[in-house]
Nanobody, 119 residues
Framework: QVQLVESGGGLVQAGGSLRLSCTVS????????MGWSRQAPGKAREFLGA????????YIHERFEGRLTISRDNANNKLYLQMNNLKVEDTAVYYC????????????WGQGTQVTVSS
């Protein structure tokens, strides 16, 4: 059974940074293309970016270029989302997701981790 577990969320002041992690178990991590999305209260889920199976390419939504970085450590089954210059509007639940065949659509999702940015 594939499981994705996010961690690293919390409360941070505007302008600060945070790194989220996602640990994958149940299958070889390198089998999955991975991505990050978020959902703010009352809003639709929003795609942030993706990373290829071996991590050689990353794609960040243009809205977040320059502030977000996605990386992965296949040896340790971990995906990361580095977020810099956080804004109050970045407050949301952040989700990691993975799929063995697709880069931008995902069969597996984590439960999410809350990020709250205070002014």
């Amino acid at each position: 059974q594939v499981q994705l577990v996010e961690s690293g969320g919390g409360l941070v002041q505007a302008g600060g940074s945070l790194r989220l992690s996602c640990t994958v178990s149940g299958r070889t991590f390198g089998d999955f293309a991975m991505g990050w999305s978020r959902q703010a209260p009352g809003k639709a889920r929003e795609f942030l970016g993706a990373i290829t199976w071996n991590g050689d390419k990353t794609y960040i939504h243009e809205r977040f270029e320059g502030r977000l970085t996605i990386s992965r450590d296949n040896a340790n089954n971990k995906l990361y989302l580095q977020m810099n210059n956080l804004k109050v509007e970045d407050t949301a639940v952040y989700y990691c997701a993975g799929d063995p065949d697709r880069l931008y659509e995902y069969a597996y999702w984590g439960q999410g981790t809350q990020v709250t940015v205070s002014s």
